[in-house]
């Protein structure tokens, strides 16, 4: 049974827009795909359940939203790619890693990312992307998707990201919550948002139950006459293919790609957002050779 949804809307003053996902079917995908450990799965879980929601804030068909995390920690780094038609894909660099619980008991996904930099890749399909980088504030990536919120759109936004495991490591239940002010939001509409975003003080608490992102925005807007906007189903999707895999060889240069063929060996490529694996053989690679213009 695959509920997993986003939805978006607005307060009836039109002074906060949010958005809201259940992500726990996909993340678990991501999980098998990936064989990510537990602290892997909730950092990917997370970075997924956000990118999808910046997906959601994307306005063309094409257009792709990237978050980019680096961080000095065991982790190293988490990829997550979203467009806006609710598909999302993405990795951890160190799916194996494992950690104690840090203070609260809960998986360290700060310490396991550490100290470095997040940074989110807009790709309107023109010439060059927009790339918006900032420094990790805690590794626990809401706060650090707030910060580049603040920093790099001088949006007040507030984020609330989360993924509950089962004892057997499987994923009980994730998503999340992005909440933006409008800048016309009055004084007392952020006080009224501020005191509802302290009783948020897990997402997957509040998820677990019935697993509908409608449920966290009831919390987070309470008193502020929601309105839901839209729905639309997500999900983990790889567009790689055949195909791809043989431009990626064919970017090598001939050269290289004729040391291949002397090698005699089946060439395979990897992809790593979904683990499948290509393989070519002589001939392959000989039709690759033929429409290789570079050297
Ligand atoms: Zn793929």
Redesign the pocket.
Known sequence: MNNDHMIRAITGNEEVRAFAVTSGNLVEEARRIHANSPIATAALGRTLSAALMMGDMLKNEKDLITIHIQGDGPLKQILATANMNGEV?GYVADPSVVLPPNKQGHLNVGGGIGKGTLTVIKDYGLKEPYVSQVPLVTGEIAEDLTYYYAQSEQTPTAIGLGVLMNKDVTVNCAGGFIVQLMPAAHEKTIAKLEENLKKVTSVTEILRERQDPEDLLRVVLDGMDMKVLGSKDVRFA?H?SREKGMSAIAALGKKEIEEMIQKGEDVHVN?E??G?VYTYGKKDMEDILARTQNK
Do not use: D, G, L
């Open positions: 894909k790889c790689c992809c957002f979904c499948k």
